[in-house]
């Protein structure tokens, strides 16, 4: 299954990327090769795809470029490879989201699956109490929202497809690797079983529970359900001011 994001751009496979239409801005990708997330592996001497996930951070039409630009967001789109690290299956390594100066906080992110299928893993911290812990399970179309100051990471939820995502996030983004890499990772790591995906505790964290579940629907946020987020910005471009503001909405009991 694959969902129309809203403009002109493709995911590739072979090389790992994106082709971009006509009056869609965009970069050459970054690569996330597994030499540089062995860190925040399981087993950091696994076998697995040279090239794990492929960046384009910036992209959308042209004659939104302004718009996007003035309320200090961004659109990036990030590609996957299929198949597995060892026994995990092909995920992002896992980060914080580092404090802005434009807001002087840490942002959210919100996601957008486009192909594939995914768990977007989150925990409340890095600290050896990680708090709350979930993997939410998404499909293209759906939607996933990861707070500030969440640790989260990205994860092929079905290892014989590519998977890629779009998602709105702060322009002045930074990643904060710290906590994660000083645990040798998030608090539960996946692990392809029996053609399933389970999570397994890392032993350098102290918590009980991975809560696996299905999207909510953030109408809270002012989201709609079934609809590409980049053409909701197109339609209300304020819509997505939390991302860059965080500020407007209310994140203490938050649940993805
Ligand atoms: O730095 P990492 O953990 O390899 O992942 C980078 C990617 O993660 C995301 O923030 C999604 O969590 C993307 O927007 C970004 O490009």
Redesign the pocket.
């Known amino acids: 299954m694959k969902f129309d994001p809203g403009f002109k751009i493709t995911p590739t496979s072979a090389p790992l990327g994106f082709q971009y239409g006509q009056r869609v801005f965009g970069p050459q990708v970054e690569n996330?090769t597994l030499d540089s997330?062995r860190k925040n592996l399981r087993d950091p001497n696994c076998t697995g795809p040279d090239i794990v996930?492929s960046?384009a951070?910036d992209v959308g039409c042209e004659e939104d470029r302004e718009e996007i630009v003035k309320r200090n967001l961004l659109y990036?789109a990030?590609t996957y490879a299929k198949g597995n690290l060892g026994e995990e299956p092909v995920r992002?390594?896992?980060?914080v989201?580092a404090v802005s100066p434009s807001c002087g906080m840490s942002t959210c992110?919100v996601?957008e699956i486009w192909s594939g299928a995914a768990y977007i893993y989150m925990q409340e911290t890095t600290r050896d109490f990680p708090g709350r812990c979930y993997a939410v399970l998404a499909y293209p179309g759906e939607v996933v929202v990861?707070p500030p100051n969440w640790a989260?990471?990205?994860i092929v939820a079905d290892i014989t497809k590519n998977m890629s995502f779009g998602?709105w996030?702060v322009r002045d983004?930074g990643?904060d690797?710290s906590g994660v890499r000083s645990h040798g990772g998030v608090a539960w790591f996946p692990i392809v079983k029996d053609n399933n995906i389970i999570f397994q505790k890392n032993d350098s964290y102290q918590t009980e529970e991975c809560v696996v579940k299905r999207p909510r629907r953030y109408s809270d946020l002012g989201i709609e359900a079934g609809k590409p987020i980049y053409t909701q910005f197109q339609e209300n471009p304020d819509r997505f001011l939390f991302v860059s503001n965080p500020k407007l909405a209310d994140w203490e009991h938050f649940v993805p």
Do not use: D, L, P, W
Request: charged share 10%; proline share 0%; net charge neutral.
């Open positions: 996330r997330i996930y960046i951070m990036g990030v992002s390594q896992g980060h989201h992110e996601y990861v989260h990471c990205t998602a996030c983004f990643f690797y």
